[in-house]
């Protein structure tokens, strides 16, 4: 209650949220615009979700390659809001998605949901990749071994993966996965170190074997990169946290 008529929680989460992304756009083209001709501006990251949509969606249609953004740490630093982005291997398309919503439900973790400019959505908890709107034969929900905030799977367990198949009916498809604790590593995304643990799950299911990767950093709760399998109409999907908002 308290968050106006009308309203509900998810709205008064978003909105917040989805209003920084507008204002931090709106701010960064304002820079660019202002600073037309000096030569040494940085495109807003805002403006290439969009052109990275663009682009994802002409290559749909045209079957041409999209551009790939060239991403810089000063670009980066310069968005406040935080941003996630995701390569679907089978098509090498790209594309950038913008933190849309945070909630909880009465299942372990945090649940965050990411949308790009062209309406794509993924849904991960903890970093886990739970659901998926917009990319065909989607992840409708999924069912993860996760504990409290630690980001990436928790234990070795059941991972169970609800998919919509072609006549649109939710296809349970079961996978029996072993943790594996890989050891430190650092990764570096877009010029910036972070020192992660890779976990790695491998899986049995599906009629065959499934191999998903995480780098996690317990200290701060983030799942920084990750390779995921996202059901056999998407196939494996990469992910990287561009930045925290």
Do not use: F
């Not at 659901?131 to 034969?137: E, M, S």
């Not at 430190?184 to 998903?212: D, F, M, S």
């Amino acid at each position: 209650m308290g968050e106006g008529l009308g309203m509900t929680r998810k709205d008064a989460v978003a909105r917040p949220m989805m209003h920084r992304a507008r204002v931090c756009a709106a701010l960064l083209a304002g820079v660019l615009l202002a600073g037309c001709g000096g030569g040494n501006q940085v495109e807003p990251l805002e403006l290439q979700v969009i052109r990275a949509g663009q682009a994802a969606i002409a290559k749909r249609t045209a079957g041409a390659p999209p551009p790939r953004p060239a991403l810089t740490r000063a670009a980066l630093n310069t968005v406040e809001v935080s941003a996630l982005e995701v390569t679907l291997e089978r098509d090498d398309v790209l594309a950038y998605l913008l933190i849309d919503d945070t909630r909880r439900d009465s299942t372990p973790g945090r649940i965050t949901v990411w949308r790009s400019e062209d309406n794509l959505n993924v849904v991960t908890r903890n970093g886990i990749v739970i659901a998926t709107r917009g990319l065909g034969n989607d992840i409708i929900s999924s069912s993860v071994q996760v504990s409290g905030d630690s980001p990436g799977p928790a234990r070795s367990g059941d991972h169970v993966q609800m998919v919509r198949a072609l006549d649109n009916k939710a296809v349970p498809i079961p996978l029996a996965c072993d943790l594996v604790d890989m050891g430190a590593e650092t990764i570096v995304i877009v010029e910036r170190k972070h020192p992660t643990r890779h976990l790695q799950q491998r899986c049995e299911g599906a009629g065959g074997t499934v191999v998903n990767d995480y780098w996690v950093d317990s200290a701060r709760g983030i799942v920084w990169q990750s390779r995921q399998w996202a059901g056999p109409g998407i196939g494996y999907m990469r992910l990287r946290r561009l930045t925290t908002g």
